[in-house]
């Protein structure tokens, strides 16, 4: 319970965090009148239009411009009724997605449709006792998009351990464990910045490593060039 109440604490400073999005823009609503072609947003969901009839129980890759007029394909799903599976809007977590099954095998679509690929980090929330839920990594097929749970089970385990653990340097531990995983197995990159005075210890400093779709901020004081006197670790989203 001491380290969910811990983690509040994270989230509450990661809401100040800013990381960049790419927004895609959307297609413009079609009137009634006109006879539909492509890609179409209608009543906040997409669908696509082939002859005039939406297309169903099938996947289409698309090419469009994004914001900056750069042209980017990207694979969607429509469902039985034609709508494209999507995260609901949350412009609070730009890298949210929902997760569906198709085929027998498990995808991640973003806020925009598109089926996503990589590691990402789901949205933490509350239970029915009203007690924080560190939410898991997911990993999906760089190529596929298929989730693999036996990778995100592997980074779950280590930020397992970081939360539940009562000597720092098993935190420590963890944390380093978790981060290896990700740059060497994952080939991530991430950068580094410094949020300056620790919202969570007086005399520390709070760091945050940006690797895209999230966040893993720690709270530490340094020693020398090398070494942290880490408070604790966490993995988050955004």
Known sequence: MKSIKKLLLVVLCLSLLQVPAVSFAGPATVSAATTQKGLVKENGNYYYYL???????????????????????????????GKAYKAPYNKEAKYSFVVKTIGGKKYGFDQEGHMIKGVYVMDSHEDSKMNL??????????KTGVYNASQSKTLNNYVKKAMNASKQKDRISAFKSLKARLINYHKLKYTQKNEGKSCFVIGYTDYSLIFGHFVLQYAGKKINSSTYNMFYTIAFSR
């Open 51 to 81: 002859n005039g009839k939406k297309i169903k129980n099938t996947w289409r890759n698309i090419t469009a411009k994004n914001s900056k007029g750069v042209k980017e394909t990207n694979r969607y799903y429509f469902d039985k009724n």
């Open 133 to 142: 839920i560190a939410e898991a990594f997911y990993v999906f097929n760089s």
